[in-house]
């Protein structure tokens, strides 16, 4: 399983030094956290990383089973990447069995309508929207869900982005804000289960004690920088982490 690795990377938006020479390595079978208060620029570094959105100096490098490859900015997406967004993006009207097949087929949202699904995608949606307590809701439309379940629809995708692309490299942008206890386990264990799987997570959260419990390695950024990293009980408390914090 694949490791990710950035090189000074950089990300300004007119003025704003979002993302301002990141070099951080993600490796394969670890929760890495990445954590700093906000517009520190965790979202715009999950957006590069993401091919969302292109990086504009450095370098992103991936290094899977045939070995080594630098990635260019418009190539970051195409590499077996699944991730949530901060601000949960699902098929609206559709009902959350759809969400989930779309990511399955992969063949637009048009065709996987209107095309009958085979048994075998279907098994595998059961899976996964099962495994995030979902099934029970497939026929509800996306938006009718409430915010929880709204999250852990997002959670059920990337489980559907791995099965579906065979994508081994995770990005989860605070997957437990808003959350209540018995949701945020169910989301636990599915990082869990994933990091047993040897995939490569990264963990975006501002729940410190989360981070704590799961994180193998932090960095914790402060205005496009790194500003601390290394084992969370260390870097986390470290002084100048506290007072980047206590601005907030
Ligand atoms: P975080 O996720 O850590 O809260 P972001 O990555 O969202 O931080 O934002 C980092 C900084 O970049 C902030 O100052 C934010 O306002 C700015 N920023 C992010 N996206 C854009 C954009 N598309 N255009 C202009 N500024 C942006
Ligand atoms: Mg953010």
């Not at 704003?16 to 670890?30: I, P, R, W, Y």
């Not at 700093?36 to 999950?46: C, D, I, M, Q, W």
């Not at 559709?94 to 779309?102: A, G, H, K, R, S």
């Not at 932090?218 to 100048?240: F, I, M, N, S, T």
Request: net charge negative.
């Amino acid at each position: 399983m694949p490791t990710l690795e950035t090189k000074n990377i950089k990300k300004h938006f007119e003025g704003v030094k979002a993302v301002d020479g990141l070099s951080l390595k993600f490796e394969a079978g670890q929760i890495t956290g990445v954590v700093g208060p906000n517009g520190s620029g965790k979202s715009t570094l999950v957006n590069l990383l993401t091919g969302m959105a292109p990086y504009q100096d450095g370098e992103v490098i991936f290094s899977g089973a045939e070995g080594l490859r630098k990635l260019l900015p418009h190539e970051v997406a195409n590499y077996g990447v699944a991730r949530t967004f901060q601000d949960v993006r699902l098929f609206e009207q559709m009902p959350v069995l759809d969400n989930i097949l779309v990511v399955l087929t992969e063949r637009g949202v048009f065709s996987s309508i209107f095309e009958r699904h085979g048994d075998f995608h279907l098994a595998q949606a059961e899976e996964v929207l099962r495994k995030v307590g979902l099934w029970s809701k497939r026929n509800e439309l996306a938006v009718n869900l409430s915010y929880g379940q709204r999250k852990l629809l997002e959670i059920a995708r990337v489980l559907a982005m791995i099965f579906g692309r065979g994508a081994s490299i995770v990005f989860l942008d605070e997957p437990f804000a808003g959350l209540f206890p018995e949701m945020i386990k169910v989301v636990v264990s599915v990082l869990e289960e994933l990091k047993q799987q040897n995939r490569t997570i990264i963990l975006i959260e501002h729940n410190m004690e989360l981070i704590r419990q799961l994180s193998d390695h932090v960095y914790v950024l402060d205005a496009g920088q790194e500003l601390a990293a290394g084992k969370p009980e260390k870097a986390l408390g470290r002084p100048e982490v506290i007072e980047a914090y206590l601005g907030e």
